[in-house]
């Protein structure tokens, strides 16, 4: 039964509802395709995270992004 955890920022950036679909549906395919893995026993999770909540470089996402605007 694989597992995925995919994290993204949250916030502004998060992604809509039809691209997590899309995500879930396409790990699951490749999992199936290269691994064999069963569709029907495959997890994805999509957890989205506060760009305050997500540091780079001893920086949050949200003050990096800020430097670039």
Do not use: C, F, H
């Amino acid at each position: 039964m694989p597992y995925v955890n995919i994290k993204v920022t949250g916030g502004r950036e998060a992604p809509t509802a039809e691209q997590k679909a899309e995500l879930i549906q396409g790990i699951t395919e490749l999992l199936s395709r290269v691994l064999n893995k069963n569709p029907e026993t495959t997890i994805v999770i999509i957890d989205e995270v506060e760009m305050d909540n997500w540091g780079i470089g001893g920086r949050s996402v949200t003050a990096r992004r800020e430097e670039k605007e």
